[in-house]
């Protein structure tokens, strides 16, 4: 079946620095992933959808600068958390999509700004 | 604006009760609505409806989904502790793409 990973799975930082967390589709390609954010006992929150080769689409409210979206191949999207305050301290899912319905989630980044 | 509305909120029941969540939800140009379940990490899928009035089923768990009331539910029999998860409930409109709007979640609880 289609995976999805994520690394890392957990990451401890202080704030102001900057925070890269990837997403892999490991055995298929997606055109198109999905970053979520999730904060505790609520649901996931879309941030952005990421396309191949193009620039990112932001959620309202989801500031570009500062969570930067790369999605430089078919398998491959990154999500940089830039000079990370502890608000931003939450659950970060990639998703990719290998159909148009079906999405598979990675397991999830659990980042903690100090 | 998509939207989708989950009930209950949280959810309490004994080893071997049955189960019923719901989720109603407003989209333009509906086109599916999906089931997850999210325990400690990332959601897991369980169902996707496009149809009305077809009852998927896996196992203890099945859903059906009202087109025209707008709303799915989504069963489990005889419930197990290994059924204590969020159970997330989302949409896709044919305007949107693969882009899915979320529900708060059912947190069900099974005490054994």
């Known amino acids: 079946g289609a995976v999805v990973s994520q690394h890392p799975s957990r990451v401890i930082c202080k704030s102001g620095t900057s925070v890269k967390i990837e997403c892999r589709s490991l055995?298929?390609?997606?055109?198109?992933m999905f970053w979520y954010r999730q904060f505790p006992k609520q649901s996931l929150m879309l941030m952005a959808t990421s396309n191949e080769g193009s620039k990112a689409t932001y959620e309202q409210g989801v500031e570009k600068d500062k969570f930067l979206i790369n999605h430089a191949s078919l398998t491959l999207s990154t999500l940089t958390v830039t000079s990370a305050h502890p608000e931003d301290s939450s659950f970060y899912i990639c998703?990719?999509?290998?159909?148009?319905?079906?999405?598979?989630f990675g397991p999830g980044t659990r980042l903690l700004v100090l | 604006e998509d939207k989708v509305v989950q009930s209950p909120l949280s959810l309490v029941v004994h080893e071997g009760d049955t189960v019923t969540l719901n989720c109603s939800y407003e989209?333009?140009?509906?086109?599916?609505l999906l089931w997850y379940k999210q325990e400690k990490k990332a959601p897991t899928f369980l169902f996707m409806l496009t149809s009305s009035g077809i009852e998927k089923k896996s196992g203890r768990l099945s859903s059906i989904l009202d087109k025209k009331e707008l709303f799915s539910i989504l069963n489990i029999t005889a419930t197990q502790t290994g059924d204590s998860a969020v159970y997330l409930c989302a949409v896709i409109g044919e305007t949107s793409g693969s882009r899915l709007t979320f529900g708060e979640g059912t947190q069900l609880t099974v005490n054994p």
């Open positions: 989209v333009t140009n509906f086109r599916s």
């Open positions: 998703s990719a999509s290998l159909m148009r319905e079906t999405q598979y």
């Open positions: 055995d298929f390609q997606a055109t198109t």
